[in-house]
């Protein structure tokens, strides 16, 4: 699913929604004759304007910034009550005196409806804006309904699409990518450094006796030790490094990275045993690692291949030394 928590300016999944969503906007403000039409996003960060109709009288331009949750916005009350609103001559009106928009942009009237996600969350507001008092009436009440529609619509295309790509690319056990989803995601970061002339570090770890702990402790502390390590990558990693369980106790990472130096920080952090502990056993285990500079990068398997290679005698050597 997506997370609600999440601005859809920066998924790529919606992409093609929004470009829809900007031409419903600008249609939206032509109809109403509003200087101002909008899609709102709301998370517990606060209200980001999504699409704002294209038109130079329009102050709010989309993905300009978030507005805290406490501004007293017209979009603020309507999600908090979950039902349209409309305000046909705000500057009259005690209760919006410190709604900036009025006070500061000079807007009078709002009209708008709350957005949901498909579980019927809040997403935000669908809306339009006027400097002039508004007399808005049947019909014109009713459209904006319909855009909403067309919003909800694609949210629950959105949501689908999410979920599907969830399954397939990620594993159940601990919600990281799974290997299709590593070669996958992989490539893009690849080619990614290879345009920009950036370096890679890629890291094979395989956990340490997880027979041992299956057999000793039961399946379900080995799908704990597998979890905590997994947990223990995600803490270390940046959110743009890219992690993935690519077989049952076998996990890749792939970063961009600077200096050897920054690759073997890194390996260390993942390899600190205080970070995690399974009825006594950390989740050890076994590493490979290697920088790429950019002119080294080759092909994602075959780099995978090397740093397995590197991972098996690290393996070695540890059982080797007691
Ligand atoms: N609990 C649990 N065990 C798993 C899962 N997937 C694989 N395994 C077990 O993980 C073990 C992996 O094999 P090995 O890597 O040879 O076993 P190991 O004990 O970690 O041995 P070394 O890597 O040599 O230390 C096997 O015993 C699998 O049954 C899983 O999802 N959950």
């Not at 507005?67 to 979009?75: G, M, W, Y």
Request: proline share 4%; aromatic share 10%; charged share 25%.
């Amino acid at each position: 699913m997506f997370d609600p928590n999440d601005w859809v300016l920066e998924s790529e999944h919606l992409a093609p929604s929004l470009k829809k969503w900007q031409t419903m906007v600008n249609l939206m403000a032509d109809i109403y004759e509003a200087p101002a039409g909008f899609v709102v996003q709301y998370t517990s960060k606060g209200y980001q304007v999504v699409i704002a109709n294209e038109s130079e009288l329009n102050p709010y331009p989309a993905g300009d910034g978030v507005i805290p949750s406490e501004t007293n916005l017209f979009c603020r009350r309507v999600v908090a009550e979950n039902k349209p609103l409309y305000v046909k001559n705000a500057t009259q009106l005690e209760e919006w005196q410190t709604n900036p928009e009025v006070s500061e942009d000079g807007f009078n009237s709002y009209f708008g409806m709350p957005l949901h996600w498909p579980d019927g969350s809040a997403f935000g507001t669908i809306c339009v804006m006027d400097f002039d008092i508004t007399h808005y009436k049947g019909p014109y009440k009713e459209l904006i309904g319909q855009f909403r529609d067309m919003v909800e619509q694609d949210l629950v295309l959105v949501d689908q699409y999410k979920k599907v790509e969830d399954l397939s690319l990620r594993d159940s056990l601990t919600h990281s990518y799974n290997r299709r989803g590593f070669m996958t995601l992989g490539e893009s970061l690849l080619h990614f450094a290879r345009r920009y002339n950036k370096h890679l570090g890629l890291i094979y770890c395989d956990l340490d006796n997880l027979k041992f702990i299956n057999d000793n402790y039961g399946h379900r502390v080995g799908d704990q030790a597998i979890t905590e390590f997994s947990n223990r990558l995600k803490t270390v990693l940046r959110e743009t490094d890219l992690s993935a369980r690519i077989g049952g106790d076998e996990f890749a990472v792939l970063v961009l990275v600077d200096t050897e130096d920054e690759l073997a920080t890194l390996v260390e952090r993942i390899q600190s045993p205080e970070a995690s502990a399974t009825h006594g056993h950390a989740a050890e285990a076994s590493i490979g690692f290697r920088f790429y500079s950019n002119q080294q990068i080759s092909r994602l398997d075959r780099m995978l291949d090397e740093v397995d290679k590197l991972m098996y005698a690290n393996k070695h050597q540890r059982k080797a030394t007691p």
